[in-house]
């Protein structure tokens, strides 16, 4: 605990030198190269530095009280205190916002040279796991939760706001009870068949691979992702 203090503290203590460097910086600008434009833009960079100094020293305030606070009470072995804590990783294992590994099955997807993967497919198997009961997902790295997309946009595939080729391979990584394995992978197989014989796109070339794996690590979704936004929710009372 002490060591997350003292984490937390280094870090305000670096955000109030960025904001000291850029003062600094603007003050050191020879007045005679400045344009109307580049005074602008610097202007607006240092507000949006401290619009984001601000907004990092507030939540690290938020962070310091609440690690206090769960000091005090694990200190004098307050039970409840350690419930809420563990209830609160629960939530953010279920979320998506922590890393986690355990036996599944990987599904690679490619076509042929020069085609565009479609972004309905990915979603059939996607759609397919979860029915299957797969506890978490991802998409070449990126984690799916309940609000991540999956939609083809000119060239690339848009996965929680960020692109990839359409050309490329894709590999979906899932989490699943390996007790069924066996019928999993004969479902998705029967899938991946009929897929490949729909007249629509049976000339596209897609060479779909399973494999089951005694561990697949699956990456937590960024804090920062698009599909991780919850400043325009309000509590319902």
Request: negative net charge; charged residues 20%; hydrophobic residues 45%.
């Amino acid at each position: 605990m002490k060591q997350n203090v003292l984490r937390s503290v280094s870090f305000s203590l670096v955000c109030v030198i960025l904001g000291i460097l850029i003062a600094l910086q603007m003050k050191n600008v020879n007045l005679s190269q400045i344009t109307t434009n580049n005074l602008t833009d610097l202007q607006n960079k240092l507000l949006e530095y401290n619009d984001k100094n601000a907004e990092l020293s507030s939540r690290n305030a938020e962070l310091y009280k609440y690690i206090t606070l769960l000091e005090n009470d694990q200190a004098s072995g307050n039970a409840q205190i350690e419930a809420i804590v563990k209830e609160k990783e629960r939530a953010a294992i279920f979320a998506g916002l922590r890393e986690v590994k355990n036996s599944g099955i990987v599904i690679r997807i490619s076509c042929a040279e020069g085609t565009d993967i479609r972004d309905s497919v990915l979603r059939q198997f996607v759609n397919e796991v979860r029915a299957l009961g797969a506890q978490a997902i991802s998409i070449n790295g990126e984690r799916l939760v309940a609000m991540s997309e999956i939609r083809a946009s000119g060239t690339s595939i848009i996965i929680n706001g960020n692109l990839y080729s359409r050309q490329a391979p894709f590999e979906i990584k899932t989490i699943m009870n390996p007790v069924n394995d066996a019928s999993n992978l004969s479902y998705l197989g029967t899938v991946k068949t009929a897929l490949q014989a729909d007249p629509v796109i049976q000339n596209e070339g897609y060479d779909i691979e399973f494999e089951s794996l005694p561990e697949v690590v699956i990456p937590a979704l960024s804090e920062d992702s698009i599909a991780f936004k919850i400043d325009l929710l309000m509590p319902a009372e």
